[in-house]
């Protein structure tokens, strides 16, 4: 039945396609529809038969921060890639959902703007990294954002400022409204000085590289760091580093990261997940909050 609606509006998509390369877990969980809308328009009217049939979809990023934990995901992925346009305005830059944010984020350093300094480290799209306001070295999306475009569950398309997302830590009300998606975001930079920001970005890359497993499959960070604490220390102290469960392991690098490590399924990596939370509250009496999207 979606098969033939795709075909007669000559939409891109896949059919029973594996996932692997499109998470850095490199979770191999089959989907039965990957689907590409190469605008606005056409994923407003997926959006729309979807609702109407009421088939199950997710709206996937770069994959950096999920984890797939069924074998067969039983509807449609929607990837934006496609959508990744970037426009500059003096000191405003906007890009669309699908535009990587590591990309967006060197663009405007050569540019000569400063503020996203911070995120080029960070692997997901524009509109991910939005809705769960990504964040490192003490800053995040909420202090540079100035507003997002908005599909709304009525189809509609509306602007909302900084203030209307409700921002937190890792958190917004796009994250806890999965039914409103992020079509493009506006961000109030600042004029910077070229040659000093690559050289803060070149000496992260070199910490990162020092100090996590980027050469693993991986998310990123899997806990959140409690008031008070590393994540990465607790699990560490509690002696995790290296624990394995078919493939899922924790980075003997970082504790705070999960590699796979073999041919780890999503099912592995969220027990492993569930192992170190469990090992953590016995331990410290301290409940460590995933991170990371566990997809279901």
């Known amino acids: 039945m979606i098969k033939s609606f795709f075909d007669k509006l000559n939409i891109t998509y896949k059919e029973d396609i594996s996932l692997k390369n499109y998470n850095t877990y490199r979770v191999n969980t089959i989907a039965k529809y990957l689907v590409f809308p190469k605008d606005i328009e056409e ?3 997926i959006i729309q038969y979807i609702n109407e049939k009421q088939i199950k979809y997710y709206l996937l990023g770069n994959g950096s921060n999920v984890i797939f934990s069924m074998d067969y995901f039983d509807g449609v992925i929607i990837k ?12 405003l830059v906007s890009a669309e959902a699908g535009c990587l944010l590591i990309k967006l984020s060197l663009d405007t350093i050569e540019k000569g703007l400063t503020g996203m300094e911070f995120s080029t480290g960070i692997p997901g799209c524009v ?9 490192a070295y003490n800053s995040d999306i909420s202090k540079i954002l100035k507003e997002v475009e908005v599909l709304t569950p009525q189809n509609e398309i509306i602007t909302m400022t900084n203030e209307q997302l409700d921002f937190e830590y890792r958190d917004s009300f ?11 975001a506006t961000f109030k930079l ?7 920001m690559k050289q803060l970005v070149e000496e992260r890359k070199q910490k990162r590289i020092s100090s996590q497993p980027l050469d693993k499959p991986n998310a990123g960070s899997v806990f959140r760091n409690p008031e008070g604490y590393y994540a990465g220390a607790l ?9 394995n469960i078919n493939g899922a392991e924790v980075s003997q690098k970082h504790a705070n990261f999960i590699i796979n490590n073999g041919n780890a399924s999503g099912k592995d990596i969220v027990s492993l997940i569930e192992k170190i939370q469990k090992e953590i509250k016995e331990k410290n009496d301290i409940d460590l909050k995933l991170e990371q999207i566990i997809i279901k």
């Open 43 to 45: 994923l407003k009217k």
């Open 80 to 91: 934006l890639d496609k959508l990744n346009k970037i426009t500059y305005n003096n000191n």
């Open 127 to 135: 509109g991910a990294s939005v809705a769960m306001n990504a964040g």
């Open 174 to 184: 796009i994250k806890k409204n999965k039914d409103y998606i992020i079509l493009s």
């Open 190 to 196: 600042e004029k910077g000085n070229i040659e000093e």
């Open 235 to 243: 699990i560490e102290n509690a002696n995790l580093k290296g624990y």
